[in-house]
Structure formats: structure tokens, C-alpha cells
């Protein structure tokens, strides 16, 4: 489904121009019933998808191939639509990063935005959950890619293995070859250290 964007318009004398925006305004709630009318819970606000993301606030202990590297802390953003997950390494080519997660009520997906102090710029990307894993498929314009006549295409996969267990994964896409492969470039585990379910 479309989207459909209303412009807000001043107030006008133009009994005219009243009545056509009154006549536009009606056509969208007509024809647009189930972005409108009838998405429960009401649009703009969390559904049933972000209580999967509400889960996961608390302490988390991060490692990388069996090995503690950091800890990361997890939290809800206006009013529990989105779900931020900060990074701090004590190790490692990143000192610190940022995962927003959300749900998308408009298109059904999760989405992320992801920031790491390796660089000035940030990474988006959007998928489905698959049994827990929610895997987000993104393109960056990425200049020296370009330059060599290559896409940059990737994986962000949030997988809940369980309520106390979780993984963070960037995977790159070879855009080199038809068979478009895939190339697992990092892997974060992270264990719940708010006392969690004991799972």
C-alpha cells in the first residue's frame, strides 16, 4: 500500500478551497480503510511486533568469538516505538555503538539505524522475524565500492535466541558474483546481566 502524505494548509477564506480539502481529506479515510480506520492498536502506536524488541531492555554482557569484549545497555525511545541498544567496547576496532530497532506498522518490517565511532555516517536497514531472527537487509552507497563499480549490500540480524541470550550480526553480501553469496563479517553474543529468567 501506498503512502499517502496530507498537507497541512493554512486557514483560508475560500469557501472553495475549504470544501476541496474536506472532499480530499474524506476520499483518503474512505480508501484507505485498513491504514486508517482499521489498524489495531491505533496508528502511530506500538503493536504486538515491538513488545519483541520491549523484551530485551536491561544490562547485557557483549562478547565476540568467546571472549567478554564490553557490555551494552538496552532501552525504549518515544514512548516505546523505538528500542536502542548501546554498545561499549573494552576492546577491538570500535569503542562504541548504537542500535535503533523498530517496527514499521506502515510496510510490516523491523527496521534499524546503526552509529559506530569508526566513521561519520550511519547504515540502515529493514527486514522480517523469522522464528526470533529478525534479519534486515540494507544497500549503502558506500563511495569506493562505487568507484570500483560495486554495491555494498548487507545483513543486520538481531536473532533472540532466548529472554537472557541474543546476538548482533553484520553480514556483507558479495556483490562481485551472480551468486551474490554471503560473507559473515561480525557476530556479537550478548548475555543478560540484570538477573534476566535464568535461561
Not at 562504541?96 to 534499524?112: L, Q
Not at 532466548?162 to 554471503?182: A, G, K, M, V
Request: glycine share 10%; proline share 6%.
Amino acid at each position: 500500500m501506498s503512502m499517502t502524505t496530507i498537507r497541512v494548509i493554512p486557514k483560508v477564506r475560500n469557501g472553495a478551497t475549504r470544501r476541496a480539502f474536506t472532499l480530499f481529506a474524506t476520499t483518503i479515510f474512505l480508501f484507505c480503510p485498513g491504514y486508517v480506520l482499521a489498524q489495531t492498536p491505533a496508528p502511530g502506536t506500538p503493536g504486538p511486533e515491538h513488545e519483541v524488541l520491549q523484551a530485551l531492555v536491561g544490562d547485557w554482557e557483549v562478547s565476540l568469538e568467546d571472549e567478554v569484549v564490553g557490555s551494552a545497555t538496552a532501552r525504549l525511545r518515544l514512548g516505546d516505538r523505538f528500542f536502542e541498544m548501546e554498545l561499549h567496547f573494552d576492546s577491538g576496532p570500535l569503542g562504541h555503538a548504537i542500535y535503533v530497532f523498530g517496527f514499521d506498522r506502515r510496510h510490516d518490517v523491523y527496521t534499524v539505524v546503526f552509529f559506530d565511532d569508526s566513521g561519520t555516517y550511519w547504515v540502515t536497514a529493514q527486514g522480517t522475524d523469522d522464528n526470533g531472527r529478525i534479519a534486515m537487509y540494507g544497500e549503502d552507497e558506500d563511495p569506493v565500492m562505487r568507484a570500483m563499480g560495486l554495491d555494498k549490500e548487507y545483513i543486520i540480524v538481531l536473532d533472540v535466541h532466548s529472554p537472557d541470550h541474543i546476538s548482533l550480526e553484520t553480514i556483507f553480501i558479495d556483490t562481485r558474483t551472480p551468486e551474490r553469496n554471503e560473507m559473515p563479517f561480525v557476530a556479537y553474543y550478548l548475555r543478560r546481566q540484570d538477573g534476566g529468567s535464568g535461561d
